[in-house]
C-alpha cells in the first residue's frame, strides 16, 4: 500500500486551512509542509507558527520536510508544534546522528533527505536509526519542477539497503511526481509519494489522487 502525501507548497496559502480539509477529504495520507530558510535552499517558506496552526485542522501525520540550516535550534519548536515526522537534510546537518536523536527525544518520527548529487550510500551509517527516508528528486527548493530521472537507480539502491536493515523504514520521493511516472518510482521501490502541483494544481484534488494511486501496480 502506498501513501500520498500532498505538499502544501503549491496550495493556496490564503485559504491553508480549507486547502488543507479538502486534500483530507480527498483521500491524502500525509501532508507534507516544505520549510525552506533562505540558505540551504533559494526560497523562503513557512515556520513553525504554520504546523502548530495546521494542526489544529487535520488529524492527519504532518510530514515537516526541513530544508534549513541548523536544524537542531528549530525542531523543538516544530515537535511542539505538531509534527508528526521531521525529516532533516543530511547535507545540511553535521552530526547527523545527533540530530535524529534529537527528534526521538522528542517523541517524533525522524526522517533524513538526500539531494539529487548526493549518493545512497551518504545514509547507509544512519539507516539503522531513521523512520523515513527521504529522496529529493529535483533540486529543492521550489515546487513544479521537472522529475531528474538520474535518481531512480538511486531509489532502488535505497530500497535494498532499508530491506537489508529488516527495519519498517518509509522510502519517500519528493519532486515531480505525476501520474505518468509514479509506476515506474514505485517499481524502483518507493511506498511514499509527495506530490504538489500533481494535487493542489487540478481541478478535482479526490481525481488527482485516485489518478497517482492507479497508476501504481
Ligand atoms: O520539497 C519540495 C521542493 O523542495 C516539494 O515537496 C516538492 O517540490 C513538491 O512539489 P512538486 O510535486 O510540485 O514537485
Ligand atoms: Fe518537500
Given at each position: 500500500?502506498?501513501?500520498?502525501?500532498?505538499?502544501?507548497?503549491?496550495?493556496?496559502?490564503?485559504?491553508?486551512?480549507?486547502?488543507?480539509?479538502?486534500?483530507?477529504?480527498?483521500?491524502?495520507?500525509?501532508?507534507?509542509?516544505?520549510?525552506?530558510?533562505?540558505h540551504?535552499?533559494?526560497?523562503?517558506?513557512?515556520?513553525?507558527?504554520?504546523?502548530?496552526a495546521?494542526?489544529?485542522?487535520?488529524?492527519?501525520?504532518?510530514d515537516?520536510?526541513?530544508?534549513?540550516?541548523?536544524?537542531?535550534?528549530?525542531?523543538?519548536?516544530?515537535?511542539?508544534?505538531?509534527?508528526?515526522?521531521?525529516?532533516?537534510?543530511?547535507?545540511?546537518?553535521?552530526?547527523?546522528?545527533?540530530?535524529?536523536?534529537?527528534?526521538?527525544s522528542?517523541?517524533?518520527?525522524?526522517?533524513?533527505?538526500?539531494?539529487?548529487?548526493?549518493?545512497?550510500?551518504a545514509?547507509?551509517?544512519?539507516?539503522?536509526?531513521?523512520?523515513?527516508?527521504?529522496?529529493?528528486?529535483?533540486?529543492?527548493?521550489?515546487?513544479?519542477?521537472?522529475?531528474?530521472?538520474?535518481?531512480?537507480?538511486?531509489?532502488?539502491?535505497?530500497?535494498?539497503?532499508?530491506?537489508?536493515?529488516?527495519?519498517?523504514?518509509?522510502?519517500?520521493?519528493?519532486?515531480?511526481v505525476?501520474?505518468?511516472?509514479?509506476?515506474?518510482?514505485?517499481?524502483?521501490?518507493a511506498?511514499?509519494?509527495?506530490?504538489?502541483?500533481?494535487?493542489?494544481?487540478?481541478?478535482?484534488?479526490?481525481?488527482?489522487?485516485?489518478?497517482?494511486?492507479?497508476?501504481?501496480?
Open positions: 500500500m502506498i501513501k500520498i502525501s500532498p505538499s502544501i507548497l503549491s496550495a493556496d496559502f490564503a485559504r491553508l486551512g480549507a486547502e488543507i480539509r479538502t486534500v483530507e477529504q480527498a483521500g491524502a495520507d500525509y501532508i507534507h509542509v516544505d520549510v525552506m530558510d533562505g540551504f535552499v533559494p526560497n523562503i517558506t513557512i515556520g513553525a507558527p504554520v504546523v502548530g495546521l494542526r489544529q485542522v487535520t488529524e492527519l501525520p504532518l515537516v520536510h526541513l530544508m534549513i540550516e541548523n536544524p537542531d535550534l528549530y525542531i523543538p519548536d516544530f515537535a511542539k508544534a505538531g509534527s508528526d515526522i521531521i525529516t532533516v537534510h543530511q547535507e545540511a546537518v553535521p552530526h547527523l546522528h545527533r540530530t535524529v536523536q534529537l527528534i526521538h522528542l517523541g517524533k518520527k525522524a526522517g533524513v533527505s538526500i539531494n539529487p548529487a548526493t549518493p545512497a550510500g545514509l547507509e551509517v544512519i539507516m539503522a536509526e531513521v523512520d523515513l527516508v527521504l529522496v529529493m528528486t529535483v533540486n529543492p527548493g521550489f515546487g513544479g519542477q521537472s522529475f531528474i530521472p538520474a535518481t531512480l537507480n538511486k531509489i532502488t539502491q535505497l530500497r535494498e539497503m532499508i530491506d537489508r536493515t529488516g527495519r519498517d523504514i518509509e522510502l519517500e520521493v519528493d519532486g515531480g505525476k501520474a505518468d511516472n509514479i509506476g515506474e518510482i514505485a517499481a524502483a521501490g511506498d511514499v509519494f509527495v506530490a504538489g502541483s500533481a494535487v493542489f494544481n487540478a481541478p478535482d484534488y479526490t481525481q488527482a489522487i485516485q489518478a497517482l494511486r492507479d497508476n501504481v501496480k
